[in-house]
């Protein structure tokens, strides 16, 4: 990285911010302009310093740190941002991606590889390390499936999975729907086809999994 990559720290925990200094210290290419440990004092110092990169922490106490991601993103773009959390499940990654963070790394990442992000991201690269660069793309997968299912749907056809999961029958179906039980029964087959599903277990197995009905 030819330029000082100027930063931010962003966590409500002291003993973390200073570990995260002592990384960085002696890193001629990155200069750390300010930290704090809340959004407000976050925001508040954003008015009077230009930096490049916000390194965050999603548990914080005011806003998280995707309700963070997501203002910066629309009124500061020109701020990247890597979250580092110690929640690094799936769906909190794709979450701050969708807001638009740069890069994604747990709390028990190595200093190297920290570095290698901050460096990265301040290059217009993003960095999310091979393990969580996979469950995003694992993630986003299955959501794209799942939507193009619903897609696949029509209105009427996901009113009869949602009666018929609820253990409805053709007749009690036909009645509430004003069709008649044959057309509930035709519904239902397109429907198997549609979504490639085997049995009527299968069927209620997708009302669950898609949530159309709940336990």
């Not at 740069?102 to 570095?115: I, P, R």
């Not at 993003?126 to 029509?154: A, P, Q, V």
Request: with cysteine; net charge positive; hydrophobic share 40%.
């Amino acid at each position: 990285m030819n330029k000082t990559c100027k930063i931010a720290i962003v966590d409500d925990h002291k003993i973390v911010r200073d570990g995260l200094k002592l990384m960085v210290f002696g890193e001629k290419n990155i200069k750390i302009i300010f930290e704090a440990d809340n959004a407000k004092t976050l925001f508040e110092k954003l008015k009077n310093n230009n930096i490049d990169l916000l390194v965050l922490d999603i548990s914080m106490p005011d806003m998280t740190g995707i309700e963070i991601t997501e203002k910066l993103t629309n009124e500061n773009p020109e701020i990247k941002i890597l979250i580092l959390s110690a929640n690094d499940d799936g769906n909190t990654i794709l979450s701050v991606v969708e807001k638009g963070a740069k890069g994604f790394l747990s709390k028990n990442t190595s200093k190297d590889e920290f570095l290698k992000a901050i460096n990265l991201i301040c290059n217009n690269e993003e960095y999310f390390g091979d393990s969580i660069s996979k469950t995003i793309y694992n993630i986003f997968i299955k959501k794209t499936k799942n939507k193009k299912n619903d897609d696949l749907l029509s209105n009427r056809e996901i009113e009869i999975i949602k009666y018929f999961s609820e253990g409805m029958t053709y007749i009690e179906i036909g009645k509430k729907l004003f069709i008649s039980p044959r057309t509930v029964e035709t519904h239902k087959r397109n429907i198997m086809k549609k979504l490639n599903l085997a049995t009527s277990v299968d069927l209620v197995k997708y009302a669950i999994k898609n949530n159309i009905i709940t336990l």
